[in-house]
């Protein structure tokens, strides 16, 4: 059962608000009344103008533990956190490297740990909050021509589940986002009808303060959402018939 989530006097964290997603995440939730906006980037010089003192820069990589530990320390009143730095690489499980395969596991699953791991004992501490994961549609079925990508997100989702067990009692809400494809740098190879980071953006903060557990935040992730939801293996028999 959804949970409304209240985001007026939040302090937030939005991992890679360099562009796409994350960038039109911040936008979003500057129409509302929270306290602080965490805009984390690998460059924060190469963050866009938000134009609003509530956006603070914070240099954030992901895949590097001291950078993680620095940003905890600046930003030790977070109670809203956003993982949404991610990478997509194209690759195929049995023609691959291990390095390429990796890094997607790396980054999207570990890194998206990794950062988890360092601000929820702050959002515990301030007596709860919120940490919504932006996983994908490829969570939940698979991209062969993205196999690494589609494996760590299937890893994601994982963690997810997992965490929103764990972090129930401490009143602490955790969401899944589970976007289809969208019009970003990292989809740039996918040859797919893809929504606008605008749109999904509006539709992510929509869910968030609705409290959804699982977000679909656009039109060809709500169909693979309901298809998941009624039996998820008409997503695999629907996958093997396109090989």
Request: no cysteine; glycine share 8%.
């Amino acid at each position: 059962m959804s949970q409304a989530f209240h985001l007026d006097n939040r302090v937030v964290l939005v991992t890679g608000a360099t562009r796409g997603i994350g960038a039109a995440t911040v936008r979003e939730l500057l129409k509302f009344k929270v306290k602080k906006i965490y805009a984390g980037a690998r460059n924060p010089d190469g963050l866009p103008q938000f134009n609003d003192p509530r956006v603070v820069p914070l240099q954030l990589d992901i895949t590097d533990p001291q950078s993680v530990t620095k940003a905890r320390a600046v930003a030790a009143d977070v109670d809203v956190l956003i993982n949404n730095a991610g990478t997509a690489v194209l690759s195929h499980f049995l023609d691959s490297s291990e390095e390429v395969l990796g890094a997607d596991i790396n980054t999207n699953y570990v890194g998206t740990l990794r950062v988890t791991r360092a601000f929820a004992p702050a959002i515990v501490a301030k007596g709860g909050g919120l940490i919504a994961n932006v996983i994908s549609v490829v969570g939940l079925t698979s991209a062969p021509s993205l196999s690494g990508y589609s494996a760590s997100k299937a890893a994601l989702h994982s963690q997810t589940q997992a965490l929103r067990t764990q972090l129930k009692a401490s009143n602490v809400q955790v969401l899944g986002i589970y976007p289809g494809p969208v019009e970003t740098e990292l989809a740039r190879d996918i040859q797919a009808e893809k929504a606008s980071p605008e749109s999904v953006a509006q539709e992510i903060v929509a869910g968030i303060k609705a409290g959804e557990t699982y977000i679909f935040p656009d039109q060809i992730a709500k169909h693979v959402g309901q298809l998941w939801a009624n039996d998820g293996r008409i997503l695999d028999t629907a996958l093997v018939r396109e090989a």
